[in-house]
């Protein structure tokens, strides 16, 4: 039996009580949108299960069945899409956690796709460029995109966020999702804020035949999960790329031991540091996404205290061993973008030869890649700071 064998019978079991219907007459589409979530880690379940939340919730405006592509695995010889289409738990990613049963895991990423009104992509960002590879040309053209992902695409070309890199390879619309949400938390329907940032397009088809922003907050918005939409796109995606190199760097700190006064100055210097990459190449980015809004500050706050990149970089310090190596130890197969990132950020500012005004993502790059000494790292940002 198929995945999308198992659909109908799905749908029936999942038919919505009346009563949850909270959708007015304005908000039914002259069709349900469909929504695919591509990827399945600890973030893409998470926002499988918001997503799916809602599509229950509102049957008139979104389609009942949520696909959720998954890079197939064995989990003891099992396959992980059987495991989380059976017992409806990611138990390699999200374990504890009871996903909707109108998410459907999909090994087959085009078929996964295929007929999505909305495909929300939940990748960790070096698996991105394959992907797209995949889906190219295969899906609707009239499809729109949101990108979960917290990271950056840099080339010899430049830098983009990866919002832009998805519509121009699928030649479809994205927008964003980003804010202060460790999964974990988010899974436990424990509540948090998040950014949602769409820009409408010129091709746009009308209401009720087009993804727009109110249909965005009823996709993602839940009770325990609170969404502000914006315009910002790149502001958003900047943030919840750049806050993951100040992670590492205020795991460090936390490693070393040398307490908060010490991580809230990295975290001051690193806040100031997005800013300043957004304005240099990015002028279109608002400055008060970053100081305002749940994908800027409070992310930072949020990565710096309780996320994956805080407590790889806190390893590496404890245990003097390199970032991929504590990645392995504490993630389970989950990762550390921020090792990524930081190179990434370096090449780029070093090719465009403005790395010194940036001395913190340029000492973090330092001791990841390069062996430098995590104790120096004071001498590094305080000369650095004083020259901006
Ligand atoms: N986890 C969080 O708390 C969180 C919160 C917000 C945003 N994000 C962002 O969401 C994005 C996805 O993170 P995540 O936590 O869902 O993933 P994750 O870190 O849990 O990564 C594991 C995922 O990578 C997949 N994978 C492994 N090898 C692959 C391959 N060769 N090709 C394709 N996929 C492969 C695995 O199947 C799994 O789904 C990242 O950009 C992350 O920064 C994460
Ligand atoms: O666990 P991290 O460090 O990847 O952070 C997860 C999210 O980005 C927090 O919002």
Not at 197 to 226: E, N, Q, S
Request: hydrophobic share 40%; with cysteine; proline share 5%.
């Amino acid at each position: 039996m198929t995945a999308f064998d198992r659909l109908s019978n799905i749908s029936n079991v999942l038919a919505p009580p009346a009563s949850c219907s909270t959708v007015q007459s304005e908000d039914i589409p002259e069709k349900p949108y469909k929504a695919t979530v591509v990827g399945s880690g600890n973030w893409g379940s998470t926002i499988a299960k918001v997503v799916a939340e809602n599509c229950i919730e509102r049957p008139q405006e979104f389609d009942q069945t949520v696909c959720m592509w998954v890079f197939e695995e064995r989990i003891k010889g099992e396959k992980l899409t059987e495991i989380i289409n059976t017992r409806h738990e990611n138990v390699k990613y999200l374990p504890g956690i009871l996903l909707p049963a109108n998410v459907v895991a999909v090994p087959d990423i085009v078929e996964a796709c295929k007929d999505a009104d909305i495909i929300i992509f939940n990748i960790p960002h070096q698996f991105l460029g394959n992907i797209l590879r995949q889906l190219k040309g295969k899906v609707n053209p009239n499809a729109r995109a949101i990108s979960c992902l917290k990271g950056l695409n840099v080339s010899r070309e430049g830098c983009d966020v990866l919002a832009d890199v998805i519509s121009r390879e699928l030649g479809i619309n994205c927008g964003a999702l980003s804010g202060a949400n460790l999964a974990p938390e988010v899974a436990q329907c424990k509540w948090s804020e998040t950014t949602v940032a769409y820009h409408t397009p010129a091709d746009f088809r009308g209401k009720g035949k087009d993804i727009d922003k109110k249909v965005l907050k009823h996709l993602f918005h839940r009770p325990y999960f609170h969404v502000h939409v914006i315009d910002d796109v790149s502001g958003i995606s900047l943030a919840g790329a750049l806050k993951n190199v100040v992670a590492m760097a205020a795991g460090f700190v936390d490693g070393l031991g040398w307490g908060n006064n010490a991580k809230s100055a990295v975290m001051r210097l690193g806040l100031r540091e997005m800013i300043h990459f957004a304005k240099l190449y990015f002028p279109e980015c608002e400055e008060r996404t970053f100081t305002e809004e749940s994908a800027g500050v409070a992310d930072l706050i949020t990565t710096c205290f309780g996320g994956r990149n805080v407590r790889v970089g806190k390893y590496m310090a404890e245990h003097h061993v390199p970032a991929e190596d504590a990645e392995k130890v504490l993630l389970n197969g989950q990762s550390c973008q921020g090792i990524f990132t930081t190179k990434e950020v370096y090449e780029f500012l070093s090719q465009r030869d403005t790395i010194d005004e940036f001395p913190l993502f340029h000492v973090t790059y330092d001791i990841i890649y390069n062996g430098f000494p995590m104790e120096k790292l004071p001498e590094r940002i305080e000369r650095g700071d004083e020259k901006y």
